[in-house]
């Protein structure tokens, strides 16, 4: 009987199961296997219900890293870490030794693999400057036409608001046809995406697809990221919960 492999998936906020349930569950939907196993959690000391912006970031990095390393030591195959912004990925990469995924890395990888030039379409305006910041760490910016943001929060996307679709469709437009980009990074839920794909008719990923089925993807061909580029700290031992430590 094949192993089953055990996923963690973090979404990095306070709430996050409840507000964004209905979306993870639709964008998760089409990867289910009896050979795959998920498991969803949330951070509920998280001091925020959403992220949009680097301090946001830096607000949940470490609470998504102690997420993490409670997962490997748990017995969890691979770690996916939620939000385009990536709090916390590569310090869970060097604290962890089984596969840590962000979902920018992963979407990346996929839309360079379709495409020559991709946009991120959608997520609110504030982080545009994180995404740039990403796509130059992981070597995507040479492939990157364009950052297209709405005017509109992630919990907006979270409640799927109506006007969200026509907006996202707008801006995927303008992305193909005045930055050059052939495929797009979208945002929000499965039917958002999948009419995103028929009106551009071009490829549109999405982040959470792209994280969770990276992290299958390692598992499967038993490779973990290098610790030579994400060496683990030395003294790591001595920081685990450094926090309570203090309190």
Not at 7 to 31: F, H
Not at 69 to 90: F, M, N, Q, R, T
Not at 136 to 163: M, Q, T, V
Request: charged share 25%.
């Amino acid at each position: 009987m094949e192993k089953v492999i055990r996923l963690y998936k973090i979404m990095p906020v306070r709430d996050g199961l409840i507000e964004w349930g209905e979306v993870q569950k639709g964008l998760l939907a089409p990867l289910k296997s009896p050979c795959v196993q998920i498991t969803e959690v949330d951070l509920p000391k998280a001091p925020i219900k959403e992220i949009n912006s680097a301090y946001h970031v830096g607000l949940v990095g470490m609470l998504q890293v102690e997420a993490a390393i409670k997962a490997e030591e748990e017995g969890y195959d691979a770690v996916v870490l939620g939000c385009l912004d990536e709090p916390g990925v590569s310090e869970a990469k060097e604290a962890l030794n089984i596969p840590a995924v962000g979902e920018a890395e992963s979407s990346m990888h996929y839309a360079s693999l379709v495409g020559r030039k991709f946009s991120f379409i959608g997520g609110s305006p504030e982080s545009k400057g994180v995404l740039e910041d990403l796509a130059k760490k992981y070597g995507f910016y040479n492939k990157l036409a364009s950052i297209r943001k709405i005017n509109a929060s992630p919990l907006d996307f979270a409640a799927e608001k109506h006007f969200l679709l026509d907006k996202m469709l707008i801006e995927g437009r303008k992305a193909i046809n005045e930055d050059g980009a052939d495929s797009i990074i979208g945002y929000g839920s499965i039917e958002c995406l999948e009419i995103l794909r028929k009106e551009l008719a071009c490829p549109v990923i999405s982040p959470v697809q792209a994280s969770v089925l990276m992290a299958e993807s390692l598992v499967r061909q038993n490779i973990s990221h290098s610790k030579k580029a994400f060496p683990l700290p030395s003294n790591i031992s001595n920081i685990k919960n450094l926090k309570i430590k203090y309190e």
